[in-house]
């Protein structure tokens, strides 16, 4: 398995307050990801980040922001909760763009927001 | 859009019965093709992937796919299935157009009684 972290594992919090969740990775991989896992829906994609401060956005990328100051971590950020944020969010990383490299996924964060 | 359908959102089969499992993309261009497996409260791990050559993949535990492009389809098949197989599958697609993204489709729920 790739060695990729994600804190906190669970998280419930309340409507309007901000969360950050981390990814951590030890691969030294370029790109990281944050999509999201809903039923229904797949996994869609949030941000992404081809570099230390380089980051850029995914198809449902509205209330999130993140941040890259390190190539090892990845920080999503909700500045303020709401309920249809609840959900299930994975980190992946790659070592390269997508159409050269496959992605590899963390263990995942079920975020509820009541 | 682009987007990508898996036609059966649950399939139940006993085991030794053979699996395929249905995925078809919705791009005329060049793509770069996954599945994914789940298997229950865990991450995604990547079973095959195909980026160009043999249409025929094979991948981890026995499964293989095939990429027919005419179809625009990459179905997933194992011959004989076990009850350690249960778990979601995933098909994902990457495309030029899509750029650094995954478009997943909303997965396929898969039983194995023993």
């Known amino acids: 398995d790739a060695g990729i972290t994600q804190s906190p594992r669970h998280k419930v919090t309340e409507t309007g307050t901000p969360v950050t969740l981390r990814c951590h990775q030890t691969e030294n991989h370029r790109y990281m990801y944050w999509y999201r896992q809903d039923p229904g829906h797949g996994l869609r994609l949030i941000h992404y980040s081809y570099g230390v401060k380089d980051t850029d956005k995914g198809e449902v990328s509205d209330g999130y922001s993140v941040s890259r100051s390190k190539t090892e971590d990845f920080l999503l950020t909700l500045e303020s909760a709401t309920s249809s944020q609840t959900s299930v969010y994975f980190c992946?990383?790659?070592?390269?763009?997508?159409?050269?490299?496959?992605?590899?996924f963390g263990p995942g964060t079920r975020l509820t927001v009541t | 859009a682009q987007s990508v359908s898996q036609h059966n959102h649950h399939v139940i089969l006993s085991e030794a019965a053979s699996l395929e499992l249905g995925c078809n993309y919705s791009y005329g261009g060049t793509v770069n093709l996954f599945w994914y497996v789940q298997y229950p409260g865990q991450h995604l791990q990547l079973l095959l992937k195909y980026f160009s050559g043999d249409p025929l993949v094979k991948g981890i535990k026995g499964f293989e796919a095939e990429f027919i492009k005419s179809k625009f389809s990459f179905n997933l098949r194992k011959p004989s299935v076990q009850w350690s197989d249960t778990a979601e599958y995933f098909c994902?697609?990457?495309?030029?157009?899509?750029?650094?993204?995954?478009?997943f489709g909303k997965g396929t729920t898969l039983s194995v009684s023993s």
């Open positions: 992946a990383i790659s070592e390269g763009q997508p159409k050269y490299y496959e992605q590899y």
């Open positions: 994902a697609v990457n495309t030029n157009q899509a750029g650094t993204a995954l478009i």
